[in-house]
């Protein structure tokens, strides 16, 4: 059983900065893709960024040149390392991956949600 664990979240002020992370638990497996997502209060949850296996990387315009996807394959975590925190930011974030023994039998995994509340 796969399970997402998140940690990092918290209130921050305008101009500050987080990490998140992200642990995937369990055995036997690969993580493929991974990413962040982040749903704001009466909004629809909006991808954040993504990273492959390989550590290519994409990122949401409204978070470009501030924020920054990792991953640590050895440890099966990703990280989220928010700078220059704006008010709009504030948000549920949530963990997502793609895992499975192989490529063929891969699911969507997520995580329970972090929160991160910009504000002074």
């Known amino acids: 059983q796969v399970q997402l664990v998140e940690s990092g979240g918290g209130l921050v002020q305008p101009g500050g900065s987080l990490r998140l992370s992200c642990a995937a638990s369990?055995?036997?497996?690969?993580?493929?893709?991974m990413a962040w997502y982040r749903q704001a209060p009466g909004k629809q949850r909006e991808l954040v960024a993504t990273?492959?296996?390989?550590?290519?990387?994409n990122y949401a315009d409204s978070v470009k040149g501030r924020f920054t996807i990792s991953r640590d394959n050895a440890k099966n975590t990703v990280y989220l390392q928010m700078n220059s925190l704006k008010p709009e930011d504030t948000a549920v974030y949530y963990c997502?991956?793609?895992?499975?023994?192989?490529?063929?039998?891969?699911?969507?995994?997520w995580g329970q949600g972090t929160q991160v509340t910009v504000a002074s």
């Open positions: 990273i492959t296996r390989g550590s290519s990387t």
């Open positions: 369990g055995s036997s497996f690969t993580i493929y893709a």
């Open positions: 997502y991956a793609y895992i499975g023994a192989t490529m063929a039998s891969a699911k969507d995994y």
